[in-house]
């Protein structure tokens, strides 16, 4: 080839070069070539047009020889017209050493290459849509976890209405105990951490995580009319109740079958307890400090009574219903599980809750209990701090009969008053005091509701005050009831169920 292009002019050169690409078969004409080097072939005249003609040209040289006119555009990506003096001149030899032609145009992709294209793309998608999703998917469980985590070891806690209370006393929370916490907390209720048990229920001692140890009571009847609402406001009602002489309601917990209460462990016990059950050694409460559980017993009443809204009647007042705390404090435990009272003087039930030997006449007879219901149990305490002995098991000894109130009665009326004191005490006592707690017991105990003290006035006598006169005024037969002559005769007429309840140990 390059043999003939030395022997042939320039237009001839280009003619051949068509000539061989046209006879290697090509479709319509079309010059097809990848590299043309016509360098140095000593080739002369104007440089053809038809350079511009050949398609998918890689390079074109036709440096180095005498051609001149204008450069056709051809499609080569190099087209080297290098030392071509007619065309580049003399002193422009550095910028003829290539030509770039215009872009060139792509040919359009096969078809097949274009499916290939697509369904890369489509893959390409579907792998960065999975890989978001499972991204999105870790991310939105792992809050779901740390939310659920959050949510369970948080202390949940139910809100009293602070509007309703005394605004000297900080009201604080109760604290929403789970069933799991407090079954931890007794080891799952086991027997040997009962503390006591009753027609309210079975109190445990528990051992909580913090360390603190709480009386767990456990009502009997979980079933409370007006469901979860009605509990949770009998709940509210006695948290409002707060007071030094009253025990604190720490916290509940309440699902579809328990009800339970979490109140403050008291280290030293019930006053019945203290009295006669010497279980653990300790010694028996001395005067004064039965003298100081009288007077805080009668503070809590008093709040309970006349400070509470709405008021709370008690209904089992008795020793062993008293907690002792850490100072031999009185403190009032069980109120409220009662029917609550609201601003009416009294309440009807169709049952009576209560202590045989504490009950009130009235309560006994008629189930129409009223604060005068609480001050007869109180009358019935003084006397069981003056004895020692429980009024429930009272008569059960040979040399004993009837109930506790009618023997004190007799005693007092013949003026053996002596033999009504605990011999615990060794006959160490005040005389004096022993006759007015006796008298501030009676007046309490008298049968007619109307005839009895209320609570703030029992205090006062108490400390001293007002004594004497009502004493007088009880014995002149202007205040006289005209009920039985024995106590002992309600108890055998009352048709009403008593459902006796007795706690007894440190709670």
């Not at 190099?78 to 071509?84: D, E, L, R």
């Not at 215009?102 to 998608?125: I, K, V």
């Not at 007077?295 to 009443?301: I, P």
Request: glycine fraction near 8%.
């Amino acid at each position: 080839m390059v043999s003939q292009i030395v022997r042939l002019g320039v237009k001839d050169v280009f003619t051949q070069i068509a000539n061989d690409v046209v006879g290697q078969g090509l479709d319509h004409g079309t010059f097809v070539l990848t590299l043309r080097r016509l360098n140095n072939n000593s080739l002369s005249g104007i440089c053809p047009g038809s350079l511009s003609k050949i398609e998918g040209l890689t390079l074109v040289d036709i440096s180095y020889n005498n051609l001149s006119g204008s450069l056709p555009k051809v499609s080569a990506r190099t087209f080297k017209v290098i030392g071509n003096t007619l065309i580049c001149g003399p002193k422009a030899v550095a910028n003829c050493s290539a030509v770039f032609p215009e872009p060139l145009m792509l040919p359009q992709d096969d078809p097949s290459d274009e499916s290939g294209t697509r369904t890369n793309g489509h893959h390409l998608a579907v792998a960065f849509a999975a890989s978001f999703s499972a991204a999105f998917l870790v991310i939105f469980t792992s809050g779901m976890f740390l939310w659920w985590r959050y949510r369970r070891n948080k202390q949940i806690f139910f809100d009293v209405n602070a509007e309703q209370y005394d605004p000297e006393v900080s009201l604080g929370h109760l604290k929403r105990y789970t069933f799991k916490e407090l079954r931890s907390a007794t080891n799952h209720f086991n027997s040997k951490n009962i503390l006591g048990r009753g027609g309210y229920g079975i109190v445990y001692k528990g051992h909580l995580s913090d360390g603190s140890l709480v009386a767990v009571k456990r009502l009997k009847d979980c079933n409370i009319a007006g469901g979860e609402v009605q509990f949770q406001t009998e709940v509210e009602t006695i948290s409002l109740a707060l007071h030094r002489n009253l025990l604190r309601l720490r916290g509940f917990c309440s699902s579809n079958n328990e009800r339970i209460l979490v109140y403050p462990y008291m280290p030293n016990g019930s006053v019945a307890s203290r009295l006669k059950d010497h279980i653990r050694g300790e010694p028996a409460l001395d005067w004064s400090r039965r003298k100081k559980i009288a007077v805080g017993t009668a503070r809590g009443l008093v709040y309970l009574h006349e400070q509470c809204d709405p008021k709370i009647i008690h209904r089992d007042v008795k020793a062993a219903n008293i907690l002792l705390d850490e100072d031999f404090e009185a403190v009032v435990g069980d109120f409220g599980l009662a029917k609550l009272l609201d601003h009416r003087d009294s309440h009807v039930t169709t049952a009576v809750r209560g202590t045989v030997g504490h009950i009130a006449p009235e309560y006994l007879s008629t189930g129409q209990s009223s604060e005068k219901t609480d001050v007869f149990g109180f009358g019935i305490l003084l006397l069981e701090l003056i004895t020692g002995q429980k009024a429930l098991d009272f008569g059960r000894s040979s040399h004993q009969k009837g109930v506790m109130l009618d023997w004190v009665k007799k005693l007092h009326q013949e003026g053996k008053l002596k033999q009504l004191i605990d011999k615990d005490l060794n006959d160490k006592y005040d005389t004096v005091e022993l006759e007015e707690i006796v008298q501030v017991a009676l007046l309490c105990t008298q049968f007619n509701p109307s005839n009895r003290p209320k609570m703030s006035e029992v205090m006062k006598m108490l400390e001293g005050d007002g004594l004497a006169d009502r004493w007088e005024a009880s014995q002149s037969g202007g205040a006289k009831s005209l009920p039985p002559p024995y106590y002992s005769d309600y108890i055998q007429e009352s048709s009403l169920v008593v459902e006796a309840i007795e706690l007894s140990g440190p709670r």
